[in-house]
C-alpha cells in the first residue's frame, strides 16, 4: 500500500500563486504516472494535469499556461505550481499515482485552496 501525502493548500487571493506537493511513501512498485485532480463544491472532479514518469505532462485546458506540474522521482513526489489563480480555481485538489505492473490508481486525501476575489 502507498501512502500520499498532500501540503501546499490554502487561502490566496486572485492573481496569487501556491505551490502543491504530494509525496508517495510506503511502496516498493513503480510509480508510473503521477498528477493532480480537483473538486469543487457541486461539481465533478476534473483533471488538472498529469505527468509520466518520464516527465512528459498533460493539462486541461483551462489550465495551460498558468499551472505547471513537474516530479522528481527521486523523493516520489509531484508537485503542482499554481499561478494567476482565480476564483473558480477554488477546490480540492487530490493528487493521485498509478502504481505497479497493473497501474492502480492510489489518491491523496485532498488539500483545500480557496482563491478570494
Known amino acids: 500500500q502507498v501512502q500520499l501525502v498532500e501540503s501546499g493548500g490554502g487561502l490566496v487571493q486572485a492573481g496569487g500563486s501556491l505551490r502543491l506537493s504530494c509525496a508517495a511513501s510506503?511502496?516498493?512498485?513503480?510509480?508510473?504516472?503521477m498528477g493532480w485532480y480537483r473538486q469543487a463544491p457541486g461539481k465533478q472532479r476534473e483533471l488538472v494535469a498529469d505527468i509520466s514518469s518520464g516527465g512528459g505532462a498533460t493539462y486541461a485546458d483551462s489550465m495551460k499556461g498558468r499551472f505547471t506540474v513537474s516530479r522528481d522521482n527521486v523523493k516520489n513526489t509531484v508537485y503542482l505550481q499554481m499561478n494567476s489563480l482565480k476564483p473558480e480555481d477554488t477546490a480540492v485538489y487530490l493528487c493521485?499515482?498509478?502504481?505497479?505492473?497493473?497501474?492502480?490508481?492510489?489518491w491523496g486525501q485532498g488539500t483545500k485552496v480557496t482563491v478570494s476575489s
Open positions: 493521485y499515482v498509478e502504481l505497479g505492473e497493473h497501474r492502480n490508481d492510489y
Open positions: 510506503g511502496s516498493t512498485f513503480t510509480i508510473h504516472t
